[in-house]
């Protein structure tokens, strides 16, 4: 076998292994690191923001979206590099660049599936519970004990902002907006506008 091309083809594997390992143990600060880098640029602000509140959301570690980006990159370098001595690994590390932001993405949508699951029973324990007199922040902590999940997250912490002194309708209106759902800021949208108007919840 020609020499150049088993160097070639070891560093492209090489290159490959280490994305790999970045990606899954997350040990290297520098690819973290590379990763915001390229995050800072402008032309990525919305898709880094986008990605981020996907990492809150998803209550990921301080940092994963860079380091996703920064396996990408990796996967992209190593497939370059790759497809100069074995382009079919080369090919297989390119079409597998993306799956570390992709794969985040869809983590968040498999989450707000379960938040719209869960969103119509929360509603009608909701609305019982101040039926029964209960108080509105009660029900809500009732409603996110019995049924735990991404909703139930979600008005934990809705709850401990209104305890920190943030006016309701302020912390309705915030979730409204990060959680990105139609559904939850027509839900927000309307509490807020009876808290305003103070008629019946």
């Known amino acids: 076998m020609d020499p150049a091309l088993a160097l070639g083809g070891a560093l492209g594997a090489l290159a490959l292994a280490m994305a790999s390992l970045a990606f899954r143990t997350g040990i290297s ?29 998803l209550g990921l570690p301080e940092g994963e979206e860079a380091r996703r980006a920064g396996a990408v990159l990796l996967l992209v370098f190593s497939g370059v590099l790759a497809l100069l001595f074995q382009p079919a690994l080369g090919l297989l590390a390119l079409l597998a660049a993306p799956l570390p932001l992709l794969s985040l993405e ?13 969103l119509p029973w929360t509603l009608d324990f909701l609305s019982m519970g101040v039926r029964a007199g209960l ?60 808290e305003s108007a103070g008629t019946s919840l």
């Open 29 to 57: 600060r520098r690819v973290r690191d590379l990763g915001a880098g390229i995050l800072s640029f402008p032309a990525l602000a919305g898709p880094a923001l986008r990605w981020r509140r996907m990492r809150e959301d």
């Open 106 to 118: 869809k983590a968040w949508a498999r989450r707000n599936m379960d938040l719209e699951r869960d």
């Open 135 to 194: 108080d509105f922040e009660v029900s809500l902590e009732r409603a996110a004990r019995r049924r735990p999940g991404p909703l139930a997250s979600d008005i934990q912490l809705l709850l401990s902002r209104m305890r920190m002194g943030i006016p309701r309708r302020q912390a309705l209106s915030e979730w409204g907006e990060r959680s990105g759902l139609q559904s939850v800021r027509a839900l927000t949208g309307a509490l807020g506008q009876a």
